[in-house]
T-cell receptor, first 118, second 112 residues
């Protein structure tokens, strides 16, 4: 089946630094990738939708300059948390829609990346 | 009032039971309705996606949307212990910017 890989699986960084999380579709091309955030025991929050070769579309209330998203190729999207603070500590998850699929059902999720800012 | 309300549970049922999971919402502009399954400390899995009122069936899962009542349901037939997970509803609207709201998730335990 289709696999979406996230790296790193977990990361600890110091407050004020930036951290990059990668999302790769391993055996398919993804024209659209989605980034979510989930706090412990809370629900998912969609942060942004990224389309290959164009700027990401952010959900209302998500800081574009804080969470930089790049979708440079059909198999890779990156989320950079800039000037991270402890309140940015969360579980970040990506998902990818295969090229050619328009229906919403065909979306594959990564395993998530745990970010802890100390 | 939250835009999407979902009972967090936990909901405990015996194996083989029919499970009913529900969400209500207040924004009549929501156009797309989704159900996700999430195992502990794992990324979620999209189970069902609908954009109209009525029923949609996929194997043991049936998604039901009632836009007039602003109510959606997910039914699981012949529940299995492997169905034990957190189920999240989500709703999306594409007017004036993208907006997707997730429910809090309902924890389901299916006992063997």
């Amino acid at each position: 089946g289709a696999v979406v890989s996230q790296h790193p699986s977990w990361v600890i960084c110091k407050s004020g630094t930036s951290v990059k999380i990668e999302c790769r579709s391993l055996d398919f091309q993804a024209t659209t990738m989605f980034w979510y955030r989930q706090f412990p025991k809370q629900s998912l929050m969609l942060m942004a939708t990224s389309n290959e070769g164009s700027k990401a579309t952010y959900e209302q209330g998500v800081e574009k300059d804080k969470f930089l998203i790049n979708h440079a190729s059909l198999t890779l999207s990156t989320l950079t948390v800039t000037s991270a603070h402890p309140e940015d500590s969360s579980f970040y998850i990506c998902s990818a829609r295969p090229r050619g699929m328009v229906a919403g059902n065909t979306i594959y999720f990564g395993e998530g990346s745990w970010l802890t800012v100390v | 009032q939250k835009e999407v309300e979902q009972d967090p549970g936990p909901l405990s049922v015996p194996e083989g039971a029919i499970v009913s999971l529900n969400c209500t919402y207040s924004n009549s502009a929501f156009q797309y309705f989704m159900w996700y399954r999430q195992y502990s400390r794992k990324g979620p899995e999209l189970l069902m996606y609908t954009y109209s009122s009525g029923n949609k069936e996929d194997g043991r899962f049936t998604a039901q949307v009632d836009k007039s009542s602003k109510y959606i349901s997910l039914f699981i037939r012949d529940s299995q212990p492997s169905d034990s997970a957190t189920y999240l509803c989500a709703m999306r609207v594409n007017t004036g910017g993208f907006k997707t709201i997730f429910g809090a998730g309902t924890r389901l335990f299916v006992k063997a």
